[in-house]
């Protein structure tokens, strides 16, 4: 069966600190692979995309590597802030009639103080 | 940025009673709309996709005749619930794009939908 599982529910970090979070995936073939931030009651907010010919993408405090022979992403946020606490989602883009978004578990971050 | 604006942003309905649910976008054409729901905890599940003049494609398991989705317009979907019960309270959200995107996606603020 197809999944996308996120490495864990909930991720407690103390400031400062690199969160890392991880998205696995089965039984896809994506075309890329996108990350979103979303905060409790609201939909979810575009991050960061890579495609299945890159490596790594980098955008000031975050960076994306994307590995499709393990068929996995890792999401780093440097130097962590309270304010990055949220949940953050993996998403494919996956084809056929119509590309459309399949998305992870997600993972909420929490960057105590 | 697009911005896609959806409304309302919550409503409280009776059980029995059909809810309906606007998805616009502002300053683009969005000839593809999808619609996803969220319950508490858990991540969207893709419900349909809708794209403008056509009837939509529904995901697996979601009824078509419960979840009525009007794409009329490049820049308006709707999604209306149909005879709602308590188990179709959940967090709905809209997102878009337009022909030949294939970057990010623009979501709506939500929709929080309880049904008493």
């Known amino acids: 069966s197809q999944k996308i599982e996120q490495n864990s529910e909930a991720l407690n970090i103390q400031e400062g600190k690199t969160a890392t979070l991880t998205c696995n995936y089965t039984n896809y073939s994506p075309a890329y692979l996108q990350w979103y931030r979303q905060d409790p009651g609201r939909g979810p907010v575009f991050l960061l995309l890579?495609?299945?010919?890159?490596k790594e993408k980098r955008k000031e405090r975050l960076k994306v590597t994307f590995d499709t022979t393990l068929k996995q992403s890792l999401f780093h946020i440097t130097a962590s802030q309270p304010a990055d606490s949220a949940t953050y989602l993996c998403a494919l883009l996956v084809g056929g009639a119509t590309n459309k978004l399949i998305f992870g578990t997600g993972t909420l971050l929490a960057v105590q103080p | 940025g697009a911005v896609v604006s959806q409304h309302p942003s919550w409503v409280i309905c009776k059980s029995g009673t059909s809810v309906k649910i606007e998805c616009r976008s502002l300053d683009f054409q969005a000839t593809t709309m999808f619609w996803y729901r969220q319950f508490p905890k858990q991540s969207l599940m893709l419900m349909a996709t809708?794209?403008?003049?056509?009837?939509?494609?529904?995901e697996q398991g979601v009824e078509k005749d419960k979840f009525l989705i009007n794409h009329a317009s490049l820049t308006l979907s709707t999604l209306t619930v149909t005879s709602a019960h308590p188990e179709d309270s959940s967090f709905y959200i809209c997102?878009?794009?337009?022909?030949?995107?294939?970057?990010?996606?623009?979501f709506g603020q939500g929709t929080r939908l309880t049904v008493v």
């Open positions: 890579i495609r299945e010919n890159e």
């Open positions: 809708s794209n403008e003049g056509s009837k939509a494609t529904y």
């Open positions: 997102s878009a794009s337009w022909e030949g995107s294939d970057t990010e996606a623009f």
